[in-house]
Every structure is written in C-alpha cells, then in structure tokens.
C-alpha cells in the first residue's frame, strides 16, 4: 500500500508511512454531520431572531414617590397638608392621576391630582387631607401610593415622621396648638386698653384654673384669682413683654384646669384676631 | 510498516500537493445515497425545530428585576461643622430608606459616578442589601457647603440587581432635605432670606434674595395652609433679590382666624428640585394680616 504523501514544503510537514490510506467511513458522514450542524445553527438563530422580532417592549420605568409631612393647621376640623414628591426617570412624561391612601382617616382616601411629570424631572404636589386625630393617637398604619393615567401605580415611600404607626396624627398634634382636641366655647374674652379680661364659666366641684398660655407663653395675671363658689370672677390678664417667636401669632387661648373628675384637663379657647393684635401691640 | 512499493516523495511546489497513493474511494452508488436521503432530513427539520424552539425559549428578553425599586430621603439631622458654628458649612447624616416592591432582591452598593457640581460634599458609600418587599433604612454622611452656589444634590445610589444588572436610582427628596439643613444654619447659607419689607396700599412687598447666588425659583407661596397670590411666578431669585408682592385674600381665612396668624411664610422653590423654605416675615406681615386681610374681624 502506498503511504499519503503531503506537501514536505510546508512548515513540519512528515511522512507518516503507518497512517492508514483509506478515509472512507469518515468521508461518509461527512456531509450528514455538517447537515446537523447547519440545521442547530440555523434553527438556534431562526429562534432567537424571531424571539427579538416578537418580544413585547420592556415594561417603563415606575416613577419613584415620596411622602412628607408639611404642615397642619386648624380650619373649621384639623387639616393637614402632605407633600408628595414624584421623581420620574423614565423617557416619557407621566401624569400622575391620584393619589390613594390608607391610614389618614377612617376609610380609604382618593384625592385627584393630574400632574403631569416630564422625563427626567421632579415634581411636588401638596394633598390637603382632613387628619382625624381628634380622639386619640390614631395608630393605624399608613400607606399610600399614587395611580398613574396608564393604570399602574407606585408605591410612596412615606418619611420617618410618617412611617410609624400613628405618625401623621403625632405629626398634626405637634403642629396644632395646645388644647385644641378639647374646646371650651363658653369662654368670654374681652380686651380693653391694655387688659385681657377671661370670664370662665362654672369649673364644678375641686375644680381649679393651673393657668392661662398664649401659644408657648404663660399669661400674667393683674391679681390672683379666687374662687367665689365653683366660678372665677373676670380674670384680668397682662401682655407678654416680648414678642412671641413662634411660627404663627396665637389666635386663641390654652387654659389649663386642674382638680377635674377627668384630672387636668388641657383646653383650647378661640378668640380671634383681637387676641393677636392685642398680642402685636407690645412687641 | 512499509507498503510492497518503495515511497516515493515528490515535491510540487507550490500547490496543490499531489497525493500519490490508491485511488480515491468511490462514493456510494446514488440509489443507496437517496435511500437515506428522507431520514437526514427529517433529521435536520427536527432539529431545526428543536434548536429553534430551545433558543426561543432561552432569549427571552431581560426582565426588570429592580423595577419599582425607590430610594428616598426620610429623615436628616445636622450640626453645624466643629469650630465653624457662623460659617455656612454643615455636616448631616441623611437617612435614606430603599424600598424593594419587586420579587428579586437588590443591593445598594454606593454612589454612581457624576461630574455634576454640587454643594454635597464628603459623601460615605453606602451599601445595603434589600430582600424582595422590605425597606431598608441606610444613613450617609453628608458634608454640605451651603454658601456655594452649586445645587444641593445628593448623587445616585447604585442598585444592583440580582441577574448582575446595574442601575442608578436618584434619592428622592434629597433637594429637599439639604435645603431644610441649609435653612437651620446661618443667614449666608441659607436658601432664600427677607432683605425688606413694605406696603404698597393693600399689598405688601417682600423683598427676597439667594445669597448663595443659587439658581432659585419660586413657584408658589403659603401662609398657614393658605395660598397668596405673589403675582407672576414662578419668579427666578438671586443673590441681588426679587420682590414678592403679596395681595390680601378677599376674605380673613378661618385657618388664620382658629390657628393663628402667620409670621412665616412657606415658599415653594426650585433648585434642581423642589423644596421649602420658610421665611420669617414676623411682623410686617402679621400687621399685614390684622391691618388688611382680617380687618374688622375681632
């Protein structure tokens, strides 16, 4: 048998004189086995392309959400205001339809919004809500999202004031003068001159006025008052004799009365704007 | 072993090398190929078919593993910086809660790369790992020079997601939180402050400026839950100042008449992101309020 001859030109090229001449059977599959391989490689392709060419779009980004507490005042009920920040890094503008919560007051609370955000913007929208924090520290949780115009919705991450249970009402009691979950409307308030004159109706048995603030500032009073049988005479008051540096100039009045069957009870008197410009004409 | 003919080396240059040897082997005779010929390519279909199907099911395009996925500031504290109590330098630690909706856990692990100017300086990594449905709270170090003009931002955070993807997410409320800690700290570096006051009959002017010479605009102002009419906003402020021009309610609102007068005003700006600022007024407009919104209401 004639042993295979290769080109002894190129680079370590030798003559192997034991290799067997015959390649037949490896011919013969040959042309099967490039067949099989054309046929994983086209199919594995043709899938793959036609996965691409069908897949749905990626889903959009969801807009990120925070919420924060920003002030609560007293109107008519106690109103607080949240804050509720909407970052959105997606590529198109998103309109933000409501925002939905629970935890504010009894039941579920949708407020409509229809802020539009743009891409790659930031945007702050005030939600004026009705607190019912009137009886106790509520200690509901809160949760709240807002709901986008296309249906989906994202989750407000609330601050720390806010995240605990109760947080909202602790938020809205510290903000909110003292006394104010316990009103005393048969309080008479008259100012003439320089003088505040309080006429407090009937305290009832044991009972004892502690004293009277202004915001964060106990009043003076012109001379000790005595009780006359369970009532006090018309308590004449001084003015502070510094301005007040609180965020608002009072409009009403904290008496605080001791001895009750309840104990000491914290009350609140609504007296007006004379209050505080009897207030403003010392400072 | 050597064959029954001497070899024979031929050199032919430069190709194709000549083969000398047996003659080649015949291919088959065509009836035996055709035989064969159907189960190749039922073969090769099925396979097409299977390696398809299978490449179909293995590409399927990459889900959004972080998705929903928020970082927000929910809580700051500052101090102003150690033997530095009148320069408006402060150092905050800001808590920054990450929240996780999704179904795949995701890691915090610092801060992208930014080449925007900022007045945040001094920042710490942060790294957390947030499971599937949890918020998790970090706290970062943050050295803020409020009397620059650059805007106060915090860079984003780095999330990494399970599959290996990366992606910066922007701390939301971070604008806000920053401004707040400016805001406790001295006149210069404070957002907006009152460079004066007066009446314009029923209007009252409150002129405003950014000492910080910060790209400030307003956009709205409060007093107590009440919004005034400012004029035109939003209204860009600088450290030059602007004027406010506040006109009365029609009426007294019964916020003010229950809760008390205001002697702040809350301002809503814009520097790169929305904030407050609270402007002490004091008098002026608590006059302003007795003389004019709610005169002759006792």
């Known amino acids: 048998m004639t042993p295979p001859i290769v080109d002894p030109t190129r680079r370590g090229a030798e003559l192997d004189l034991d290799a067997p001449a015959s390649t037949v059977p490896r011919q013969r599959w040959r042309g099967p086995a490039i067949a099989m391989v054309a046929a994983l490689l086209v199919g594995a392709g043709g899938g793959a392309t036609l996965r691409t060419l069908t897949a749905d779009p990626p889903p959009p980004v969801l807009p990120q959400v925070e919420l924060g507490f920003v002030e609560a005042h007293l109107d008519g009920d106690t109103v607080a205001t949240l804050g509720v920040t909407v970052h959105n890094a997606g590529r198109t503008p998103v309109t933000v339809a409501s925002f939905e919560a629970d935890g504010v007051h009894p039941g579920h609370l949708s407020q409509p919004l229809h802020v539009t955000v743009p891409s790659g913007g930031t945007s702050t929208m005030r939600v004026t809500v009705t607190a019912d924090c009137r009886k106790s520290i509520d200690a509901s949780p809160l949760a709240a999202e807002v709901r986008m115009t296309d249906g989906t919705t994202a989750t407000a991450v609330p601050s720390r004031q806010l995240a605990s249970a109760g947080g909202l009402c602790r938020q809205v009691r510290g903000a909110l003068p003292d006394g104010w979950w316990d009103p005393w409307p048969g309080v008479k308030v008259e100012v003439t001159e320089a003088k505040l004159i309080l006429t407090l109706p009937p305290l009832g048995d044991g009972a004892n006025l502690s004293g009277v603030w202004a915001g964060k500032t106990i009043l003076t009073y012109q001379e000790r008052p005595e009780l006359v049988g369970d009532r006090y005479p018309p308590i004449t008051l001084l003015p502070p004799d510094v301005c007040l540096p609180e965020p608002r100039l009072p409009t009403g009045l904290r008496i605080l009365v001791a001895g009750t069957p309840s104990g000491l009870l914290d009350r609140y008197v609504v007296v007006g704007p004379t209050l505080a410009r009897w207030l403003l004409r010392y400072c | ?298």
Request: glycine fraction near 10%; charge should be neutral.
């Open chain 2, 1 to 298: 072993m050597i064959g029954d003919a001497a070899p024979t080396v031929q050199v032919v240059a430069p190709r194709p090398a000549p083969v000398l040897g047996p003659p080649l082997p015949q291919p088959p005779p065509v009836r035996e190929r055709s035989r064969h010929l159907p189960a190749l390519a039922a073969a090769v279909a099925m396979l097409v078919l299977v390696s398809g199907w299978t490449a179909y099911r293995l590409t399927s395009p990459p889900g959004d593993p972080a998705r929903g996925v928020v970082a927000a500031v929910t809580g700051a504290t500052s101090a102003a910086v150690s033997g530095a109590s009148t320069l408006p330098t402060r150092r905050a630690l800001l808590a920054i809660t990450i929240a996780n909706p999704g179904t795949d856990t995701v890691t915090a692990d610092g801060y992208a790369f930014t080449s925007r100017s900022s007045g945040a300086v001094g920042l710490d990594q942060p790294t957390a790992h947030v499971s599937p449905g949890e918020r998790v709270e970090i706290t970062v170090d943050v050295a803020v020079d409020c009397g620059r003009a650059a805007p106060l931002l915090l860079p984003d955070l780095v999330i990494e997601e399970s599959d290996g993807g990366r992606r910066e997410v922007p701390a939301v409320g971070a604008v806000a939180a920053l401004m707040d800690i400016c805001e406790s700290g001295p006149s210069p570096g404070r957002p907006l402050t009152v460079v004066g006051t007066h009446r314009d009959g029923d209007t009252l002017v409150v002129g405003v400026a950014a000492p910080s010479n910060r790209r400030t605009v307003v956009r709205s102002i409060r007093a107590t839950g009440v919004v005034l009419d400012a004029g035109a906003l939003p209204l860009r402020v600088d450290r030059r100042g602007e004027e406010l021009r506040l006109t009365p309610p029609p009426t007294c609102p019964r916020a003010w008449r229950e809760d008390g007068i205001p002697q702040y005003l809350d301002v809503e700006i814009d520097t790169e992101g929305p904030s407050i600022s609270r402007l002490p007024v004091g008098k002026p407009l608590t006059s302003w309020v007795l003389d004019v919104v709610c005169r002759g209401v006792a």
